[in-house]
C-alpha cells in the first residue's frame, strides 16, 4: 500500500475513543485528507492543544475517515489517545525521525529530490529515498536512486536504471541487477535490460555485467563478457569466476576462463575456448573431479561422488566427445595403514547417443607404490554403456579388511 504527503492537509474530527476518526473538513486555508487519495497511506499529527498522537493512518474517501493503522508516537506513552468530547486537529506532517534519518546535505538539484512524486516514504520501515520511480515495498526495505524497487523485508536496492532487490535481505545495486531469492546479492550493470546481473538461488551472489547469472543456492557468478555471453552459476554451491561464458552445473562446481563447463558434482574446469560446431560450453577444456567410496571385500567397486552416485550422480560426458583420461587413485586401510596408489591412464568416446566407449586398449595400472599388506589391490579404469552412460574407476580391495579410497580424475574434453 503506498504512503503519500500533500501539502497543506489539514481537517478536524470530533471522535471520542481510540477508533477510526471521522474527518469533518477541511480548515480554512487547507487541503482536505482527499488530496491523500483513497486506501492511501498518509502520516498524521492528532491534537487538541493538550493531548497529540503521530501515526500511519489509512485514508477511506466514503465516510471520509482516516484509520488508526500505526502508532508511531503520542501523549499517551506511544499507544493510541483515547480521546473525550471536543474538537482535535488532524494534518499530514511527516515524522522527524525520518527526516533526522536524511540529515546531510540534499540538494534538490544534484540527484536530490525533483518534483512531489520522488519525496521519500515511509511503510512499515520501509524508506524509499531520493530519485524518481523507486518504491521500497518490503519491511524495513531501502531503494537508492532511479527505478530502484526493494520489494523483500530488509532489502536494498541502489540503482542508476532499474535495479530490483525482490528477495527478503537481498541487495542489488547497478543498472538493472535482479536479486531475486532471499538472501540473494546481485551488483553490476547493464545497458540492456535482457542481460541483466541475476542472482536467483537463494543466498546466492552475482557481480558481473552482460548476463551474468547466479541461479544456484548459494552459487556465486563473478565475471560479465559480451551481451548475453556472461558467465553462469546454476548448480547449488557453484562458482563460476572470471572469464566469459563459463557454465557451472555441478553442485560444489568451479569454472574459470572461456567456455568451460563444470559438469559433475565438486568438479573444477578450466575453458580454452570453444571448438564445438554448435558453440555448446566445454567442448575444449580440462576438467578435474575426485571420487571416493570405500570397500570392506574383495568385489570390484566403483568410486563416486562423495560415496553416493544416487543423490551425486555420475561421470558423464555429452554426445560425440573424447576426452584423454589421467587418474590418480589411493587406497588406504583404516586400521593397518596399509597403503597403495596407482595412475590410469586411457581415452574415452562418446557416440552420438552420449554412449561411452574406451578407445583402444588402455595402459595397464601403474602401480606408483603400496604396502606388503596391500599387495592384491588393484584399480582399473572402464565405463558403463548400458545404464548410466558414463565412466568408471573401479578399485577391488580385499576380504574383511575397510579400505577407504580416493581418486582425483581429470579429463582433457574435446567436443564434435
Known amino acids: 500500500m503506498q504512503l503519500v504527503y500533500a501539502n497543506r492537509v489539514k481537517e478536524t474530527s470530533t471522535t471520542t475513543g481510540t477508533g477510526t476518526y471521522t474527518l469533518a473538513g477541511a480548515v480554512a486555508g487547507f487541503q482536505s485528507f482527499s488530496a491523500i487519495g483513497n486506501a492511501k497511506l498518509c502520516v498524521y499529527v492528532a491534537e487538541d492543544g493538550t493531548n497529540w498522537e503521530v501515526g500511519i493512518g489509512t485514508y477511506t474517501s466514503v465516510g471520509t475517515t482516516l484509520a488508526r493503522t500505526t502508532i508511531l508516537a503520542s501523549s499517551n506513552a506511544g499507544a493510541a489517545v483515547s480521546w473525550t468530547a471536543g474538537t482535535r486537529n488532524i494534518f499530514c506532517d511527516p515524522p522527524a525521525n525520518y527526516f533526522n534519518a536524511f540529515s546531510h546535505e540534499l540538494n534538490p538539484s544534484v540527484g536530490g529530490f525533483t518534483y512531489p512524486g520522488d519525496l521519500p516514504s515511509l ?87 552482460n548476463g551474468a547469472i547466479a541461479n544456484g543456492s548459494g552459487a556465486v557468478c563473478i565475471g560479465g563478457g559480451a551481451f548475453g555471453v556472461g558467465n553462469i552459476a546454476d548448480g547449488n554451491d557453484s562458482s563460476a569466476v572470471g572469464g566469459s561464458r563459463n557454465t557451472a552445473t555441478g553442485k560444489y562446481s568451479t569454472v574459470h576462463g572461456y567456455t568451460a563447463k563444470g559438469r559433475w558434482y565438486g568438479s573444477q574446469a578450466l575453458g580454452g575456448g570453444d571448438s564445438s560446431a554448435t558453440g555448446q560450453p566445454g567442448a575444449a577444456q580440462t576438467e578435474r573431479t575426485i571420487q571416493r567410496k570405500s570397500t570392506t571385500n574383495a568385489t570390484t567397486t566403483a568410486l563416486e561422488f562423495d560415496a553416493n552416485a544416487a543423490t551425486n550422480g555420475y ?57 606388503a599388506g596391500a599387495a592384491t589391490w588393484t584399480a582399473a579404469l572402464a565405463v558403463d554403456g548400458t545404464t548410466n552412460n558414463c565412466l568408471l574407476v573401479n578399485v577391488t580391495g580385499e576380504a574383511a579388511k575397510t579400505i577407504k579410497w580416493v581418486a582425483r580424475i581429470e579429463l582433457i574434453e574435446v567436443g564434435a
Open 123 to 209: 511503510l512499515n520501515g520501509a524508506l524509499v529515498c531520493a530519485g524518481a520511480q523507486s518504491i521500497a515495498d518490503g519491511s524495513w526495505a531501502m531503494a537508492i536512486g532511479g527505478y530502484a524497487r526493494a520489494t523483500g523485508a530488509s532489502a536494498l536496492a541502489i540503482s542508476t536504471n532499474s535495479a530490483y532487490a525482490l528477495g527478503a535481505y537481498a541487495v542489488a545495486i547497478g543498472a538493472y541487477p535482479d536479486a531475486a531469492a532471499a538472501g540473494a546479492v546481485a551488483i553490476g550493470g547493464t545497458n540492456n535490460s535482457q542481460y541483466q546481473p541475476a542472482a536467483n538461488g537463494t543466498n546466492s551472489v552475482c557481480i558481473g555485467a
Open 315 to 371: 561421470l558423464t560426458l555429452p554426445a560425440n566427445y573424447a576426452a584423454a583420461v589421467l587418474v590418480h587413485v589411493t587406497g588406504r586401510e583404516t586400521s593397518t595403514g596399509d597403503g597403495i596408489a596407482f595412475r590410469l591412464e586411457g581415452v574415452i568416446h562418446t557416440n552420438g547417443s552420449g554412449v561411452p566407449s574406451i578407445v583402444g586398449t588402455p595402459p595397464a595400472a601403474v602401480d606408483l607404490g603400496h604396502s
